[in-house]
């Protein structure tokens, strides 16, 4: 079975620096990689996903992510950070072999921006 | 603009009656799906439907039931049986895939006193 383990359930940064949240998943197969920004009160939006091909992935408002089979990890970056970007980021997995692909989500990581 | 709508955005409701959550969605998705979320535990899934009159318990589907008579229409009751209703519920949808992102509602809040 997936699963997904989100390191750290709040990250806190001062405006400008560097942001990682990280990601860690588990699959017996390739998997599908998805992140999740999700605004207080809000649904999730779709940050950037990894298929196949190229293992960094850049999304929307700056955030990347690097898979790296060998750590199964999928880390998300931003190299200055915004006080927009404070709200709740999930990955999430879909691998399910012949079945349903229903993706799994983390538990989520909370990132607190400081001006 | 296509997207998908969940109503109300707040519910409250005594504890001991049925209540129904609304999601449409007009983004011709084949599938669609319900989950919970709770602070500290993401999110968790109820239950799906990937084609019309066709639907599967997800993780934690006990004291939920749904239907799928439309293509655009994934409702939701939350029953008395289930023994902690109160949480904010998302309504999600997708193209079958998988590689398939899903597209979100803006939640459900439902209270239960």
């Known amino acids: 079975a997936q699963s997904v383990t989100q390191l750290g359930s709040h990250v806190s940064v001062s405006e400008g620096a560097l942001v990682l949240l990280r990601c860690n998943y588990s699959?017996?197969?390739?998997?599908?990689l998805f992140w999740y920004v999700q605004y207080p009160n809000q649904g999730l939006q779709l940050l950037l996903k990894?298929?196949?091909?190229?293992?960094l992935v850049k999304g929307i408002n700056g955030f990347e992510a690097e898979f790296k089979k060998s750590e199964t990890s999928f880390h998300l970056t931003k190299p200055s950070a915004h006080m927009s970007d404070a709200a709740e980021y999930f990955c999430?997995?879909?691998?399910?072999?012949?079945?349903?692909?229903?993706?799994?989500f983390g538990r989520g990581t909370s990132l607190i921006v400081h001006p | 603009d296509g997207g998908i709508t969940q109503s109300p955005k707040y519910l409250f409701r005594k504890e001991g009656q049925n209540v129904t959550l609304s999601c449409e969605q007009n983004l011709n998705h084949d599938a669609m799906y319900w989950y919970r979320q709770d602070p500290g535990q993401g999110l968790r899934l109820i239950y799906y439907s990937q084609i019309v009159n066709d639907f599967q318990k997800g993780d934690i589907a006990e004291g939920y039931s749904v239907s799928r008579e439309k293509k655009e229409s994934f409702p939701l009751t939350v029953t008395s049986a289930q023994k902690n209703p109160t949480a904010f519920y998302l309504c999600?949808?997708?193209?079958?895939?998988?590689?398939?992102?899903?597209?979100f509602g803006n939640g459900t809040r439902l209270t239960v006193t």
């Open positions: 999430a997995v879909s691998d399910r072999p012949g079945g349903s692909y229903i993706p799994t």
């Open positions: 699959s017996s197969v390739p998997p599908y």
């Open positions: 999600a949808s997708s193209m079958v895939g998988s590689n398939s992102p899903l597209h």
């Open positions: 990894y298929t196949t091909g190229a293992t």
